[in-house]
């Protein structure tokens, strides 16, 4: 039974073990695109072509008649069609075990919405590795990310290569100055990149 129940422990120490020591033997790389575009809000242009004429008509009718209800208004500015760079960082190491670079930078989409992209990147694998927005503008330490206040963009997709990140909706990134490289399990920060370069 002593037998037993040794390799049992045997076994979870083990599993342990390779679970917290072999990210740092073992790469993933992610090649993700950068390809956001606006939609065509919902209108399969493909369908409407293969209508009938006279469905298309009819359609362009409806179309026009709202169109001549609604009160005229100016346009002030374009709106954009093409993602904006709004703000950008370089990472850096955290200490000298935990280490970074490659560049994060926060764009605005033309829906609204906002994306971290990271480039030419590659930091120091570990495990339980997540990306945080940090809103302390220059974090140096587990501390300044934790006590600035923070919001978890997910799980760390690779720990080298090209990748994005989605903003959820109700994150106001003006409250946020840096994204950072955390793990979880240990809450310890691997690598910061403060957004240092603003874009207009």
């Known amino acids: ?31 993700e695109p950068f390809v956001f575009t606006t939609e065509t809000g919902g209108l399969d242009l ?6 009938p004429e006279e469905k298309r008509q009819e359609m362009r ?13 100016e346009a002030t500015e374009e709106m954009p069609t093409e993602p ?9 190491d955290a200490d000298a075990v935990h280490r970074g670079t490659g560049t994060a930078s926060l764009y605005a989409l033309p829906d609204g ?7 030419d990147f590659k930091v120091t694998n570990g495990p339980d590795l997540y990306v945080y927005l940090a809103k302390h ?11 600035g206040g923070f919001v978890s963009l997910g799980k760390l997709k690779g720990n080298i290569g090209n990748q994005n990140y989605v903003i959820p909706d109700d994150v106001n990134v003006d409250d946020y100055g840096s994204v950072v ?17 603003q874009a207009t």
Request: one cysteine or more; hydrophobic letters at 55%; glycine letters at 6%.
């Open 1 to 31: 039974m002593k037998k037993v129940t040794g390799l049992i422990i045997a076994a979870i120490v083990l599993a342990l073990g390779w679970f917290l020591v072999s990210p740092l033997f073992i790469d993933r790389t992610v090649d």
């Open 46 to 51: 493909d369908a409407v072509m293969e209508m």
């Open 61 to 73: 009718d409806e179309i026009m008649a709202i169109a001549a209800s609604e009160a005229d208004t």
């Open 84 to 92: 904006r760079m709004i703000a950008g960082g370089m990472f850096v």
């Open 113 to 119: 919405s906002h994306v971290v992209r990271f480039e």
């Open 137 to 147: 503008p220059d974090p140096k330490s587990a501390d300044d990310v934790t006590d």
């Open 181 to 197: 490289v955390w793990c979880q399990l240990f809450g310890v920060l691997f690598s910061p990149a403060a957004f240092t370069n």
